[in-house]
């Protein structure tokens, strides 16, 4: 099943939905150092740099040489910042612009199903109003769509990030009892098949890098500690994007005062509004999952060591495997790992899609 993944960023979404067997076609962005990540780690994808409003479903089909009936899945996370219901329809707004070049582009693509990421607060939105614009959206160019926000831990990703998922499945070609997208059930966490996946082992067969650097290509100091380890190694001989940030003296002292899971309130009061965010000084619990890898603020650190996390820990703890190389500088492969939507959660929305069509494909050979 061929994917187009439109504002792909470095393509973790799509890596998902790789490892579950589809063939990624295609990756659209603005954004150049996320486009080479993207195309180096997507052998056989070509990228389309370039803003989607200026890009229609048409010039995507003729750049990759497909006609519109091969594409099977539309993927995407359009920048929703400027919703606005006063009044309007939300494609009517001109702040909406990427979303609904988003829309635009599933409706001349057609293809079998969508999938559009975004942030949970978007579900709140205006009092949930926002949302029903959307789906309102969705719905009029033709498709069954349902949402649901998902929380990344509870499928087997090592971090609390909540995203929401709108799922559309075509009208014309899903029809009863397929008319909605049932979403996969949390296998991760208390009560559930197996236990959340922590921060620790996550990373803890990483170099811990206290007084020293790293280098761009590393050897692993010893074998995998876990399961999760083991996958996230599997395709990889070494580590890469393993360098630490190199810290003030004060900012090192005041981070070795903060115990593992603490934050600023662990501070003694004088250092407390150093820093005037409530996100300040946290570090990783090593006993859970890690909070949302964020784009690289420095406000978060290792559960031990006194530093923020290098880009190879916050993609361990977004779900990259190791063989996945992020390009740029640090500061913009730290902006692409944590803007990404974590590959274990795509890749388990991928494996619940394909076998919803598989499911279809054998009712309508039954007939």
Same mark, same amino acid.
């Given at each position: 099943m061929n994917v187009i993944d439109l504002f792909s960023g470095c393509g973790g979404f799509s890596h998902g939905f790789e490892q579950a067997g589809y063939n990624v076609l295609l990756g659209v962005d603005i954004w150049r150092d996320a486009l080479l990540t993207f195309e180096k780690n997507h052998k056989n994808a070509k990228v389309l740099e370039g803003s989607l409003t200026d890009i229609t479903g048409e010039q995507i089909l003729s750049y990759i040489?497909? *006609?519109?009936?091969?594409? *099977?899945?539309?993927?995407?996370? +359009? +920048?929703?910042?400027?919703?606005?219901v006063s009044g309007k329809r939300i494609l009517d707004d001109p702040r909406n612009q990427l979303y609904k070049s988003f829309v635009q582009v599933v409706e001349s693509i057609q293809p079998k199903v969508f999938v559009m990421e975004n942030v949970p607060g978007l579900v709140r939105?205006?009092?949930? $109003?926002?949302?029903?614009?959307?789906? $309102?959206?969705?719905?009029?160019?033709?498709?069954?769509?349902?949402y649901k926000i998902l929380t990344a831990a509870d499928y087997g990703v090592p971090q609390t990030r909540k995203r929401v998922f709108f799922v559309g499945l075509r009208k014309d070609l899903f029809e009863f009892p397929y008319d909605y997208f049932e979403f996969p059930i949390p296998e991760y966490g208390d009560g559930n098949k197996y236990p959340y996946i922590t921060s620790k082992q996550a990373i803890d067969d990483l170099p811990l890098l206290e007084g020293e650097i790293g280098e761009e290509m590393m050897p692993y100091p010893? +074998? +995998?500690?876990?399961?999760?380890q083991e996958m996230m190694r599997k395709k990889s001989d070494f580590?890469?994007?393993h360098i630490a940030t190199v810290h003030k003296p004060k900012t090192v002292e005041t981070i070795a005062m903060v115990p593992d899971g603490g934050n600023y309130k662990d501070l003694p009061k004088e250092l407390r509004e150093t820093r005037k965010v409530n996100i300040a000084w946290t570090r990783m619990n090593s006993k859970k999952p890690c909070f949302t890898i964020d784009t690289g603020h420095n406000h978060h650190f290792h559960y031990k060591a006194n530093r923020v996390p290098t880009v190879r820990e916050s993609a361990r703890i977004q779900s990259f495997p190791d *063989?996945?190389?992020f390009y740029g500088t640090k500061t913009s492969q730290l902006k692409q790992v944590g803007n990404a939507v974590p590959p274990i959660?795509?890749?388990?929305?991928? $494996?619940?899609?394909?076998?919803?069509?598989?499911a279809k494909e054998l009712t309508l050979n039954e007939l």
């Open positions: 040489d497909k *006609d519109k009936s091969e594409i *099977d899945i539309v993927i995407g996370g +359009p +920048p929703c910042q400027g919703f606005s939105l205006f009092k949930g $109003e926002a949302k029903d614009r959307i789906l $309102e959206d969705l719905e009029n160019i033709g498709y069954n769509v349902t010893h +074998p +995998p500690n876990n399961r999760y580590i890469y994007n *063989d996945f190389i959660l795509s890749q388990t929305l991928a $494996e619940q899609i394909k076998n919803l069509i598989k």
